[in-house]
């Protein structure tokens, strides 16, 4: 890494900007000049020195960073990243995490750790270190004698099936190198596959299995303890690595394998045992440097309340089903769970409906599967779209179709289905990077939780700049937390068994007794139903009568509340100086064509038009004046609307022209209100009198005056419409 500065610059100018760049990208030497001598930095050992005459040579700096000789390290360097033929291009940190998993594994390390944000790549990094691996003839005898055999273990039959398409996408293993461990497969073959190199399954599939001799034996018992040589553990901070997870058993027969664990999450009280298990990552990438670094996308909040976020049952509703509680007051957590009012999830509905571009794919979160049930109807009955596949849901009880409909939303060459509803199955590990649009219509009570679901939007996609996540329930407020995106806090270590003395408890655990009725292990008494959820129709008045408000916000990666003018500089960079305060501003947009100049000079700057439009969306000023938009991003004044400003200006209008004049301008008003500040370019004036006068524009000179005077006119009156109110 070599920071350049001017020949009139101090030698060591660069060497701030040197040492951060190669702290960022794992480089050891790092360099500054002045194009007139060579400033060397060895981020390892932290020597420094002014008296370098050249730089080293590829051959001599591979030597200088690694001094000691490492057979599998250097194999493992001779094997090239696949690229799906020039497609994909692997990016800085998905190569310093290939590269720190590859050292720990030449090392002899056996339990490694890999937390890098929600869409920054974890599966494809994942692919490139095995097929390094397979490439350099790596095993666990420590000789090249043969291909290693890997496995790919998940928790969701979605991510198992997601990474064997992925490593399939790269198209550098052979068909029959890879192998989709599937129940039914095992069950109709009557044995495990083992004729592959890379398998992929569920941490379910290993655990079921026929009873053998009255005892359980798992699937995974029928590969000998050191069958596989590496295994992958995607999203490990929800299963095997937990101390009393069912699953730890699997890592623990296949315990002579290299573990490498991937994780979204940093370290919390929640996931403390994942840390504990595989160790201290040896390469972390959070949400905050992905998007800085330009590689997920920022995103703003929309902040949504209703008058009926909360209800308390008065006589005048209707209780249709189950039994309610007089006076108690129902809040968001028993909302489709407890309590179901239709009228109140289909407001909520028309509301975000409203606010979407309904051409963009969308996941709305629900309370459960009944609720994501509900959602996709009242989606369906107010959608624009003719459709009939427009809104699905995707949950557990969807099965295979609903696994369909998940890979043609996430087919970014399809637009059907566009919305997708779910309650839990969607928040992790679904790779849909064109989704636009979050909407929360269920509390979220976990941190961990909350930045997956926000890491649905955060993939990059053409043309995608942000996301906007709409919240119902108050969400937001864990951008509040310090566990958002701050220092993790080491967890207090559990306490070891009173009985045993152990960590985790190993004592034995008798059997359950007899149920006391019935008599039988286990019970087999006919159960009391479950207490039907009470469903309320509201009064006629109350459903009317509905009311909603809603506050757009922008967030900092790290969690932190940002302006408008940061969020668009983020987006679309520093708008340029042309006006230096307010009153400038409004003095040049005031006449068309000072108001076109400044437009040209944007447009040359990178602001053109499509970007000004882009910007009005994101700060809801879509029936605002582009006058409105600069005004705002540079000096934070709130918007209005051209109706408005239109309705202001007829003021001054009525008084500062004769009758023939205010009607014209009034037309021309009504055109600027419906259509844009375009109406008002001094090119359209031509236009505008044809369509107002059938064509004549002689009449319009009878009427207004001398072509010149019309000009003036014209012009003359966009002052008022721009003026300070």
Known sequence: MVEAKARDQQLSEGVGQAKNYAEKLSIRYT????????YGIDMQTGKESDDSTKYPSPEELWNMTFAEANEWRDRFAEVPYPDKSGSWTIRFYQEIAVNRVLERIADGTDRILLTLATGTGKTSIAFQIAWKLFQARWNLSGKPTRRPRILFLADRNTLATQAYN????????????????KPEDIRKKGKVPKNASVFFTIFQTFMSGPEKDGKPSPYFGEYPPDFFDFIIIDECHRGGANDESNWRGIMEHFSPAVQLGLTATPKRKENADTYKYFGEPVSVYS????????????????????????YVYTPDDTVVEGEIEAGRLYEEADFNKSIEIREREKKRVEIFMSQIDQKEKTLVFCA??????????????????????????????????????????????????????TSQKLSTGVDARNIRNIVLMRPINSMIEFKQIIGRG??????????????????????????????????????????????????????????????????????????????????????RNIQHMMCTTFWHPDGTPMSAQQ?????????????????????????????????????????????????????????????????????AVPPITREVRAAHARIYINTNFNAKQQAFLDFVLQHYVTVGVEELDQEKLTPLLRLKYHDSIADAVADLGRPDEIGKVFAGFQRYLYAQS
């Not at 992925?166 to 461990?181: C, E, I, P």
């Not at 708008?575 to 947009?589: A, D, T």
């Open 458 to 543: 955060t993939r990059l996609f053409e043309g995608k700049d942000y996301f906007t996540i709409y919240d119902f329930v108050k969400a937001h407020v864990h951008f509040s937390d310090p566990e958002w995106d701050g220092e993790p806090i080491e967890p207090e270590p559990k306490e070891p068994c009173p009985r045993c003395g152990q960590r985790p408890c190993v004592c034995e655990t008798p059997p359950p007794k007899p149920c006391p009725v019935c008599g039988q292990r286990p019970c087999v008494c006919e159960k009391a139903p479950l207490k039907r959820r009470i469903k309320v129709k509201l009064a006629d008045g109350k459903e």
């Open 567 to 635: 969020f668009m500089e983020i987006l679309f960079g520093k708008l340029p100086e042309f006006f230096q305060n307010e009153e400038e501003l409004r003095g040049i947009w005031s006449a068309p064509d000072t108001r076109a100049k400044l437009l040209q000079g944007l447009a040359e700057k990178g602001f053109r038009k499509e970007q000004l439009v882009e910007m009005q969306k994101i700060i809801d000023a879509e029936n605002s004046d582009l006058f409105d938009v600069l005004n705002h991003v540079a000096y």
């Open 166 to 181: 992925d490593f399939t996408s790269f198209a550098a293993f052979s068909d029959d190198a890879l192998a989709r461990v």
């Open 368 to 421: 459960n599967q009944s609720h994501a049930l509900l959602v996709r109807d009242l989606i369906n009955q107010v959608k624009k779209s003719s459709d009939p596949n427009y809104c699905h849901r995707v949950t557990a009880n969807d099965g295979a179709l609903g696994e369909q409909h998940l890979r043609d939303f996430q087919d970014n060459e399809k637009t059907i289905p566009t919305i997708l509803t």
């Open 31 to 38: 360099y500054s000049t002045n194009g007139r001598g060579i």
């Open 287 to 310: 949400l905050k440097e992905g998007i800085n670094d330009g590689f997920l996308t920022p995103f703003k909040v929309r902040q949504i309340q209703t008058t009926v976020d909360y």
